[in-house]
């Protein structure tokens, strides 16, 4: 009898246990798209190929949050990127390469520990950036380059102070010897009040071989809620020494999509790059199901640098972005997607298939996407 007792009292703890747990979550996207490329290799030839999705790349996650009593909680995210036309895992074949945190959230804000968004990024993806720093990698603006969306090793903290968000992060270089080599600071302060909202942040990236070489990005932007359609606009400022720039702008795709980076062309460090770009858009809400977006993105780039190249000068380069989604459910979209890149005079240089004496190119997809 004792031993049903025993067996009883531990079977109720292993249920209280697994009940304290159930709040965790699994959740993810799947989207994909047919996507059409004008200029997709050195020789300027055309592709129609299946691929990853636009605004919103593949993932799957699992997240919780634990009452631990007088407001706190713990709480994780564990996020892994995959390709969904072949099932590849993304970022670096990393595991849980978009999201890898444990923290705790109370009365006093937020603290995570991990890998993570940077502040700077997440103020651009969810309230700022009209395509939520998303679309093809075809399509590689200054926002994707100067945020560098997520980092290892950070400790953050968010907090609410009424109409006013703030987030600051600190990214360890962990480099024996020296506290600055590798590592990284980033912020982000938002004010809204009704439908305005007006926010920026800076952020410090340090070569993890050069403490000397630093890539700082300082941005405003602002937007506005008119009900059915949002504008947005935004500004960019960035000098860097460690290449960071140069490698983002070029190497924000796959090779085959048409900007990428070439093995013999690549970002100097040491070599300061000074970038100044904006982006413009607006949203909005034809009917309930179909949601219309536009954007325009603009970088000058001044004393462009690339190894084996040297100081190639100046450059530009520009993006046109179109973009209509239909809901057929809270959960399943349809879209198609049109966007027309150009670069100019050393911008060129960050482009693979600029030996085709093509200097742009437009690509068009359609896809669906499904949320769970």
Known sequence: MKKTYLALAIAGLTCTSAFAQSNVTIYGIVDTSIHYLSNANAQGNSNVRVDNGAIANSRIGFK????????????????????????????????????SWVGLQGS????????????????????????????????????????????????????????VSASVSWAFGEQAGSLRTGSQFSSALRYTVGGFA???????????????????????SASYDFGPA???????????????????MAADSDVGTGWT??????????????DNGFFLGSSYKATSALTLT???????????????????GDGKRYAVVGWADYALSKRTQLYTTIDYNKAR????????????????VTTVG??????F
Not at 230 to 248: E, R, S
Not at 366 to 371: N, Y
């Open 64 to 99: 919780g949050t634990e009452d631990l009593g007088g407001g706190l909680k713990a709480m994780f995210q564990l996020e892994n990127g995959f390709s969904s036309d072949n099932g590849a895992m993304l970022q670096g074949g990393s595991l849980f390469g978009r999201q």
């Open 294 to 312: 536009g954007a325009f993105y603009y970088d000058k780039s001044k004393n462009v640098s690339y190894t084996g190249l040297g100081n190639v």
């Open 366 to 371: 359609v896809g669906i996407r499904h949320i």
């Open 345 to 360: 005079d050393a911008a060129v240089y960050e482009l693979t298939n600029s030996a085709s004496g093509k200097n742009s």
């Open 261 to 274: 980076t070439a093995t013999t062309v690549a970002a100097t460090p040491g070599n300061q790059r000074k």
């Open 108 to 163: 006093l804000g937020k603290i995570r520990v991990g890998r993570q968004n940077t502040p700077l990024f997440d103020l651009l993806a969810d309230h700022f950036d009209p395509l939520t720093v998303g679309n093809y990698a075809s399509n590689s603006w200054l926002p994707a380059a100067g945020t560098l969306i997520r980092t290892p090793n950070m400790l953050r903290y968010d907090n609410d102070f009424g109409p």
């Open 230 to 248: 949002k504008v947005f606009g935004g500004w960019f400022n960035i000098k860097d020494q460690t290449g960071l720039t140069g490698a983002y």
């Open 198 to 220: 007006i926010g920026g942040g800076y952020q410090q990236t340090v070569s993890a071989t050069n403490s000397s070489y630093k890539d700082k990005v300082w941005n405003l």
